[in-house]
């Protein structure tokens, strides 16, 4: 075979591990049996393929040769514990099925839901979603997001023991359950973009694996389940992302909306995006990320921040509200209300939500608000302000953003410079 | 697969309830429990005496020692529970959710071990 025929291999290995391994887990009906047969049956692809081809329906071929490599297994190890023996029979007694391609990307989907149950611990979902369905490595999520990889090998770890233990299901919820369980799996997926979007802490404020990684998940799931809200998700994440490349200066300092290059923004994503959008808005069944979608819509199709139809953010914000009540939806509605009538018109809102302690420990709120005290004047406030957020955070870019305010507060000469708008 | 629906909820909230209001939830619980019959889900249920009546026992070096009360003190008590049986744990969660405590205290759902 030629280096054409590995590079093909290589792409199909790519492109069909994850779906292979979401049927071989229902087959199986176990996570770590699945992992191993998947990894016998490629070891057998490479052995076979090239002197003999690649077969017609590599994913077929992949799916059958593992699950026998899975009995063959169990027969192996039935000799030591007889259980195993009637496992095995079991295995090869059911038909081999799932070689429609319907059957097989709902393996994906069945596969998604099971890493979200609610009835895992959440940061377990996170971490089981980005390990089996998108096939990170377990060292890879581990930095990505700074934890101990034994921390979060034992997250998984426990996590497949509850699924097995506790019994629960491989398999899309009904419709009538659907409700209840799609808000956890948008949940994981928009939690894995903006930990990748904005990172918690250490140096680098973006981690692009993530995003992708989220990104390719949503995009996953609005095609195998297109609902308003996976098609609203999709949107958002794919407007946001279109700003990445600008939110940051060459020095790697943050940049806020208003300050970006808006000609650099990816202008492919903002139009998939902007078709999203309309499509989530027009079922009439939107909720919050159709809604967050339609914001960042409106900023991508404004020249600039003094061209953003502020009026329009402003109603969607009370909309969101309505939808998805929560001080950080408070919080932007202030800085928007600030762009449209003013930085006095905002501080009030932000000092309600102050006065009933509404975000404790937050950042952006201080750093927000140092921002429109800055722009009427009261400097002395402002600088108590920025130092408040500089000290409720660890996150490298945040922290010399808010540092370098600082610092053109500390001297006589002012710049002017307009309030924070979301970014 | 075998489930134990364990439900808690405030003690003091249930003991002060109306006379009226404590059988009408009574006869929902009989309703639920009729139901789960039928459905072929339950196994077993009972409902349990206050903690106040609860004595917990340990036994340390050979001797047994009694104490008063629950294990532990918490903010909701045990209360009753089913035992009921399942296809999987969402079949469980469906039951589950249908037991009246759920509407003002937690049931926390723990498969049953089964013996190898």
């Given amino acids: 075979m030629e280096g054409e025929g ?31 047969a998947l990894h016998e049956a490629w070891a057998a692809a490479l052995e076979q393929w090239p002197s003999q081809g690649i077969p017609a329906q590599p994913r ?11 009995i063959d297994s169990l027969r192996r190890r039935a000799r030591f514990q007889p259980l195993l023996g009637d496992a095995a029979e079991h295995l090869e007694a059911d038909l081999p099925e799932g070689r429609d391609a319907d059957e097989l990307e709902d393996d994906r989907l069945r596969l998604i839901f099971t890493c979200c149950h609610p009835a895992l611990n959440p940061d377990a979902q996170v971490a089981l979603t980005l390990r089996e369905v998108c096939g990170l490595a377990t060292e890879e999520i581990a930095r990505a997001f700074l934890i101990p990889a034994p921390t ?48 918690s802490s250490g140096e680098s404020a973006t981690r692009p694996d993530l995003t992708g990684e989220a990104i390719r998940l949503g995009r996953l799931l609005a095609d195998l389940l297109p609902d308003a809200e996976t098609t609203g998700l999709l949107a958002l994440m794919l ?60 900023h991508a199709e404004s020249s600039d921040a003094a061209a953003t139809d502020w009026e329009e953010i402003v109603g969607l914000y009370v909309v969101l509200h309505r ?68 000290e409720m955070t660890q996150q490298g870019a945040e922290r ?18 307009p309030p924070p708008g979301p970014h | 697969m075998k489930y134990l629906c364990l439900i808690y909820g405030l003690e003091a909230a249930w003991a002060a309830q109306s006379e009226t209001d404590r059988n009408r939830i009574y006869g929902e619980y009989m309703a639920f429990t009729e139901d789960i019959q039928k459905s072929g889900h ?48 969402n079949e469980a969660i469906q039951v589950a959710s249908r037991i009246p405590g759920a509407r003002d205290g937690s049931i926390e759902v723990r498969p049953i071990q089964e013996m190898e």
Avoid: C
């Avoid at chain 1, 077929?60 to 899975?70: N, Y």
């Avoid at chain 2, 070096?61 to 399942?86: C, R």
């Fill in chain 1, 6 to 36: 590995f590079r093909q291999i290589e792409s199909i290995y790519r492109s069909e591990s994850r779906r292979v391994i979401a049927t071989l887990i229902r087959l199986l009906g176990d996570f770590d049996l699945a992992e191993e």
């Fill in chain 1, 60 to 70: 077929a071929w992949l799916v059958s040769t593992g699950r026998f490599k899975a």
């Fill in chain 1, 152 to 199: 979060l090998a034992q997250r998984i770890v426990r996590a497949k023991a509850k699924i097995r233990d506790a019994k629960i299901p491989y398999q899309v919820p009904s419709p009538r359950e659907l409700p209840e369980r799609l808000p956890s799996v948008l949940r994981v997926i928009y939690l894995i973009f903006n930990e990748g979007y904005s990172a």
């Fill in chain 1, 239 to 298: 407007l946001h992302d279109s700003r990445s490349s600008t939110r940051m200066d060459g020095a790697g300092n943050l940049l806020l909306l208003e300050h970006q290059d808006r000609s650099l923004w990816n202008r492919e994503q903002i139009t998939e995006g902007l078709a999203l959008v309309k499509r989530a808005l027009s079922s009439q069944r939107f909720g919050p990320y159709g809604i967050q979608a339609a914001i960042a819509a409106v």
């Fill in chain 1, 323 to 390: 939808l998805d009540p929560s001080p950080i939806v408070e919080l932007n509605q202030a800085v928007a209300i600030a762009m449209r009538d003013g930085p006095l018109a905002g501080l009030d809102r932000i000092d309600a939500l102050l006065a009933r302690s509404a975000l404790p420990g937050y950042h952006l709120i201080h750093a927000a608000r140092a921002d429109l005290l800055r722009r009427i004047g009261q400097l002395g406030e402002a600088r108590a302000a920025y130092a408040k957020a500089l």
């Fill in chain 1, 400 to 417: 010399r953003y808010l540092e370098s305010r600082l610092q053109e507060l500390g001297g006589n000469d002012l710049p002017s410079r």
């Fill in chain 2, 42 to 89: 339950l196994l077993g249920g009972e409902e349990l005496q206050p903690t106040q009546a609860a004595t917990t026992v340990r036994v340390r070096n050979g001797k047994v020692s009694a104490t008063d009360g629950p294990f532990a003190e918490t903010k909701e008590q045990l209360g009753g529970y089913y035992l009921i049986e399942a296809a999987d744990l």
